[in-house]
């Protein structure tokens, strides 16, 4: 299993980002696929997740109405748009995916809001 997060950087408030997720070693199309984030010295979080049709979606209270997962399963990918971003959005976003109950993660990318 392979995940591959792009698409970070840094960006001022009220802007706008789209992180992307390429996976690869298993069956896409047939699993949940979230994005997690963890700001410096706080715990991972979930941000959102998708069900393996695209058909749900859920979100942390802190990023709805904001935030918007998707996926493509004939590229093998998912996606997070981010729009009005804000300071505490600060973090590394990382991919996920569960399988047969085990976690597997991306590297991460690095998202700084800041002015």
């Known amino acids: 299993v392979q995940l591959v997060e792009s698409g970070g950087g840094l960006v001022q408030p009220g802007g706008s980002l789209r992180l992307s997720c390429a996976a690869s070693?298993?069956?896409?199309?047939?699993?949940?696929m979230s994005w997690f984030r963890q700001a410096p010295g706080k715990e991972r979080e979930l941000v959102a997740g998708?069900?393996?049709?695209?058909?749900?979606?859920n979100y942390a209270d802190s990023v709805k109405g904001r935030f918007t997962i998707s996926r493509d399963n004939a590229k093998n990918r998912v996606y997070l748009q981010m729009n009005s971003l804000k300071l505490e959005d600060t973090a590394v976003y990382y991919c996920n995916a569960n399988i047969w109950r085990n976690d597997y993660w991306g590297q991460g990318t690095q998202v700084t809001v800041s002015s």
């Open positions: 998708i069900s393996s049709t695209g058909g749900s979606t």
């Open positions: 070693g298993f069956r896409f199309s047939s699993y949940v």
